[in-house]
């Protein structure tokens, strides 16, 4: 097994700005170059043992928590809250993140739950395939053009070149499970 089998790079640069730093500043706590920084998150270079003591005592936690998700396991837990809750720019639309502690996931999952009239979740187009099921209430799918309405029970699938858009013009609150696939040029 290969450093680029276990993404420590990409462990790493999710602890990284989920604490909100910039390369710089992550140098800055823990001493080492941002240049070997970078090169660690693009999986340039392997971090021996010392640099990884430095950068998870940077993030106050353990080598053991910094690498828990990072190797392989046949199941991985992301406990209620773990993945994180987005207020969208939009009013009225909040993303839960359901995967979000789970760096080696093939798939990636959200709830999006979207009040009465939201008008939009953009989606855009992220380099991944989504499977979208209306768990509660009722939304609009934009994919392109074509305005697809979905009740509860429905789902529609988008091509990763599809841009997707989710619309509540319902007078109840609608929520959606999301799941995307997970390719090495796009990470939650």
């Not at 080492?32 to 940077?58: D, F, Y």
């Not at 406990?79 to 969208?88: A, F, S």
């Not at 997707?164 to 007078?171: G, H, L, S």
Request: a negative charge; hydrophobic letters at 45%; proline letters at 3%.
């Amino acid at each position: 097994m290969t450093h680029h089998d276990l993404d420590v790079g990409a462990r790493i640069r999710a602890f990284r700005k989920r604490n909100k730093l910039s390369l710089n500043e992550l140098s800055k706590l823990t001493g080492i170059a941002a240049s070997n920084l970078s090169s660690i998150e693009l999986n340039k270079s392997s971090p021996t043992l010392a640099t990884l003591l430095r950068i998870a005592t940077a993030f106050d936690m353990s080598v053991g928590a910094l690498l828990d998700q990072v190797l392989p396991t046949t199941a991985s837990v992301c406990r209620n809250g773990e993945g994180g809750t987005v207020e969208t720019p939009v009013s009225g639309i909040t993303v839960h993140n359901l995967t979000g502690n789970i760096y080696r996931a093939a798939l990636g999952a959200s709830l999006i739950c979207l009040a009465p009239g939201s008008t939009a979740a953009d989606l855009g187009t992220i380099s991944a395939d989504r499977f979208m099921y209306v768990l509660e209430g009722g939304a609009t799918i934009v994919v392109d053009e074509e305005k697809i309405e979905l009740a509860a029970g429905d789902s529609v699938y988008a091509a990763a070149e599809a841009h997707v858009v989710i619309e509540n013009r319902e007078q109840a609150a609608a929520r959606l499970l999301v799941v995307r696939a997970i390719c090495s040029s796009w990470r939650p």
